[in-house]
């Protein structure tokens, strides 16, 4: 008799915020990095990718994603390489199992939804190809575990490796010609620091203008300062900031996490054309940042950027009052304060100059309260129905 079943499996994805920048590539084919990369997980609860993998005999046509209501390419390089690998390891237990269903021969169905915005430099490629991987894994009950895993999620999107972890994540960068040792590992859980919090301040939800994939290519190409980078700066402060975390020395993550994020965007600054990923509201939150500091008389806050205008501000829950009642008292009339964490953040007026102040008024529409959080959540909660259909409301 033909399988008709519907299989189906669902998981929640988690964005995940560098301290430690991946850019640049060793192999574009393999998507293995020039450096290795260091990451916090973030709660689910503010940011995810939830994404549903289904499968039948009963479908027609071919693999199918809809992301956000919105047909996605499924047959470019990267979605191919990571569906190839996955289908690799399921006609394996097939293979060696006889009595189980061939999953790895049916049209996969995929429905995925963002609760953030997409492109806009808040991480949501690696949120959603850790959550395409994780879930079609949990649909072809595959065995192996998040690490392995990692090494098909990078070639979607290198930094989707560190979403399949949880607390604090590095991507070794390896050197191995294959990319079999280029994969992600926990430095540390969420529960050695759990007090870890990030405000993010949302400065625009715009995609971005170039490309992260465009713009690592354009970096390696032309910037005299990438190479130092790559090569001598990285690779020592990734020890000094595994160190660090270890330690739950936040003055040394702070200053370490500041620093590369400067580096990183010196690099785009040397690209040739520039590569403008900050701008005003950008540097006037780091102004804040720094006035912050300053009146604790030592790094309480620490401000990152990935490839987009959003300032991310790593923080301890011991000092969120002076962290967040800084940015309160310019932004609190945004979306984000109520509910959840820090709801009951008392605003510190004058902490910077006001034309300072102004700028980051103006220029910041949303904050999002969180902290460090877990990998992959599985659900029950599926996007596809019993049917096979996509449910997208």
């Not at 998507?31 to 997980?41: D, F, I, Q």
């Not at 715009?206 to 990438?226: D, I, W, Y």
């Not at 008389?297 to 959003?310: E, L, Q, S």
Request: charged share 20%.
């Amino acid at each position: 008799m033909d399988d008709k079943q519907i299989y189906r499996a669902s998981t929640t994805a988690p964005v995940n915020i560098a301290v430690i920048k991946y850019w640049g590539k060793r192999s574009t084919s393999l998507n293995l990095p020039t450096n290795s990369s260091l990451s916090v997980t973030l709660s689910q609860r503010s940011l995810r990718t939830h994404t549903t993998a289904s499968c039948s005999a009963s479908y027609s046509g071919s693999d199918s994603l809809l992301l956000n209501s919105q047909p996605q390419e499924l047959t470019s390089a990267r979605p191919s390489a990571c569906l190839r690998a996955l289908r690799s390891l399921r006609a394996s237990l097939e293979a060696s199992d006889p009595s189980l269903p061939k999953l790895s021969s049916y049209p996969l169905r995929i429905v995925s939804s963002n609760n953030f915005p997409t492109a806009a430099g808040l991480a949501s490629s690696a949120a959603g190809f850790a959550a395409l991987v994780r879930a079609i894994a949990n649909l072809y009950d595959l065995p192996q575990t998040p690490t392995e895993l990692s090494l098909i999620a990078r070639q979607g999107s290198g930094s989707a490796c560190r979403s399949l972890l949880g607390g604090y994540v590095a991507w070794d960068m390896g050197s191995k010609e294959d990319g079999s040792d280029s994969l992600a590992r926990v430095v540390a859980p969420v529960s050695h620091w759990p007090n870890m919090r990030a405000l993010i301040l949302v400065v625009s939800t715009e995609k971005k203008g170039v490309s992260s994939t465009a713009g690592m290519q354009a970096t390696v190409a032309t910037s005299a300062l990438f190479k130092a980078r790559a090569e001598q700066v990285v690779p020592k402060v990734m020890g000094e900031i595994e160190e660090a975390i270890n330690e739950k020395d936040f003055q040394k993550f702070g200053r370490i996490t500041m620093r590369d994020s400067n580096s990183f965007h010196a690099c785009c600054l040397d690209t040739e054309p520039p590569i403008f990923y900050l701008n005003d509201v950008s540097r006037a939150c780091i102004r804040v940042v720094e006035a912050v500091n300053e009146k604790a008389g030592k790094i309480v806050a620490a401000y990152t950027f990935d490839a987009g205008p959003n300032c991310v501000v790593y923080h301890e829950e011991e000092n969120e009052g002076l962290v967040l009642g800084a940015f309160k008292a310019l932004v609190g009339n945004q979306d984000g304060w109520s509910g959840g964490l820090s709801q009951n953040i008392q605003a510190i007026e004058k902490v910077v100059d006001e034309r300072i102040g102004a700028v980051v008024r103006e220029g910041v529409s949303r904050v999002i309260l969180t902290e460090v959080g877990d990998g992959p959540i599985k659900v029950d909660n599926h996007l596809v129905d019993e049917k096979g259909n996509a449910i997208t409301s």
